[in-house]
């Protein structure tokens, strides 16, 4: 069965500081992504990758940095942590970009 | 510029009731659509996909959707709901490498 897993599931930051959120997944998936969702919205994509060492700019990358140092593993980096980044994060991969999206069980991130 | 737009951010039906949540996509050609659930503190989990093709696709737990160019929508159905339906259903579209998301409709079940 597809996994997607994520570290850690919920985390308290305090603002200006740095978070790095981490994913796994064992699909030997190509696609990665970070996902933001906020209550009340949908997901909002914030870096994508579709091969190990290259990310990609989502539609709202602007104080997230990504990396992805192998197929499996792809992290999502808040150098400055901001109170407005306080959100549930998500991971997911795919085999193609058009394909279904396996979905991690997501990061609730609390800055203060 | 590619979208998709969930009308109804909250619905509500009666358990055994029959459902249908709507979703207008705006696309360029022919779209990769897709319908996704949330369960309560869970991620997203795939409902059904739409690739050009049948435009009334089967997913699981009985929902399916129709594809309809005409009217740029791909509404979810299902005949009879059970209240473990009970979650927000997003609806999506495929862009360049990429999903765009609606912003979901949180469905709930009277009993």
């Known amino acids: 069965e597809a996994a997607v897993t994520q570290s850690p599931r919920s985390k308290v930051a305090v603002t200006g500081g740095k978070v790095t959120l981490s994913c796994h997944q064992t699909n030997n998936h190509d696609y990665m992504y970070w996902y933001r969702q906020d209550t009340g919205h949908g997901l909002r994509l914030i870096h994508y990758?579709?091969?190990?060492?290259?990310?990609e700019k989502g539609d709202i990358p602007d104080g997230y940095k990504a990396s992805r140092p192998s197929q499996e593993n792809f992290s999502l980096i808040l150098e400055l942590a901001s109170l407005s980044q306080t959100a549930v994060y998500f991971c997911a991969s795919s085999e193609e970009g058009y394909a279904e999206q396996f979905f991690g069980p997501g990061t609730r991130l609390t800055v203060l | 510029a590619q979208s998709v737009t969930q009308p109804d951010a909250r619905v509500t039906v009666s358990e055994g009731a029959s459902l249908q949540l709507r979703c207008k996509y705006s696309y360029f050609g022919t779209p990769y659509l897709f319908w996704y659930v949330q369960y309560p503190r869970q991620g997203l989990q795939l409902l059904l996909k739409y690739y050009p093709g049948d435009p009334v696709v089967q997913g699981v737990n009985g929902f399916e959707a129709e594809f309809s160019k005409s009217n740029s929508s791909f509404h979810l159905r299902k005949a009879s709901v059970h209240w473990s339906d009970w979650a927000v259903y997003f609806c999506?579209?495929?862009?360049?490498?990429?999903?765009?998301f609606g912003q979901g409709t949180k469905l709930s079940i009277k009993p």
């Open positions: 999506a579209v495929y862009n360049q490498g990429k999903l765009i």
């Open positions: 990758s579709y091969v190990a060492d290259s990310t």
